[in-house]
């Protein structure tokens, strides 16, 4: 049974930044890639980074130049550091492992930007 539990989410304002934070329960080699992924209300969700074993990022265009995807394989954590928050980036932000055609989710965390 894999295991993702999300942290960092909170409240924010505008400009602000945020570092989210995905712990896993076993080495992040075991899968092919891990990501990050947001749902607003009434939205459907959204990828928002990505990086594989190899340790290729890939990011949505709306965050570009603002958000970073990074990990740490020693802690078996990926992280999410958000910088330049907008209130569009208001959403609860989970994270996924993927191993083949298994994907594993996170609980997920509330990101909230606002004035």
């Known amino acids: 049974q894999v295991q993702l539990v999300e942290s960092g989410g909170g409240l924010v304002q505008p400009g602000g930044s945020l570092r989210l934070s995905c712990e896993i329960s076993?080495?992040?080699?075991?899968?092919?890639?891990m990501g990050w992924f947001r749902q607003a209300p009434g939205k459907q969700r959204e990828l928002v980074a990505t990086i594989t074993r190899g340790g290729w990022t890939n990011y949505a265009d709306s965050v570009k130049g603002r958000f970073a995807i990074s990990r740490d394989n020693a802690k078996n954590t990926v992280y999410l550091q958000m910088n330049s928050l907008k209130p569009e980036d208001t959403a609860v932000y989970y994270c996924k492992a993927t191993v083949g055609t298994d994907d594993h989710w996170g609980q997920g965390t509330q990101v909230t930007v606002s004035s």
């Open positions: 076993r080495s992040i080699f075991s899968f092919n890639a």
